[in-house]
């Protein structure tokens, strides 16, 4: 499995940005498709990105598109969450995963630890 370790997070002022990364180490960070969950306290975890193994392919949920933008570096093993005009309802703890496919919305095998993103109004 690749190890993930998330960081970016912190507290941000309605309208602000925030890019959230995702370091990975262990296997072959081209080999894996990447996606961006968030998960807020009483609330289930959503796929908010997603990304394919050369980053041709994107998926936004509806939520952030037009907001939020993810992107990899495969030379640098890292994925980013570019997110832009943040909404006090994006505040959930963030976190990164990766699936031994292609592209698509899962099965993701490996999960970071998270990061905090809180928006105040």
């Known amino acids: 499995q690749v190890q993930l370790v998330e960081s970016g997070g912190g507290l941000v002022q309605a309208g602000g940005s925030l890019r959230l990364s995702c370091a990975a180490s262990?296997?072959?960070?081209?080999?894996?498709?990447m996606g961006w969950f968030r998960q807020a306290p009483g609330k289930e975890r959503e796929c908010v990105a997603a990304i394919s193994r050369s980053g041709g392919s994107t998926y936004y949920a509806d939520s952030v598109k037009g907001r939020f933008t993810i992107s990899r570096d495969n030379a640098k093993n890292t994925v980013y969450l570019q997110m832009n005009t943040l909404k006090p309802e994006d505040t959930a703890v963030y976190y990164c995963?990766?699936?031994?496919?292609?592209?698509?919305?899962?099965?993701?095998?490996?999960w970071g630890q998270g990061t905090q993103v809180t928006v105040s109004s």
């Open positions: 262990g296997r072959t960070f081209s080999s894996y498709a």
């Open positions: 995963a990766a699936g031994e496919f292609n592209y698509g919305l899962g099965p993701f095998g490996s």
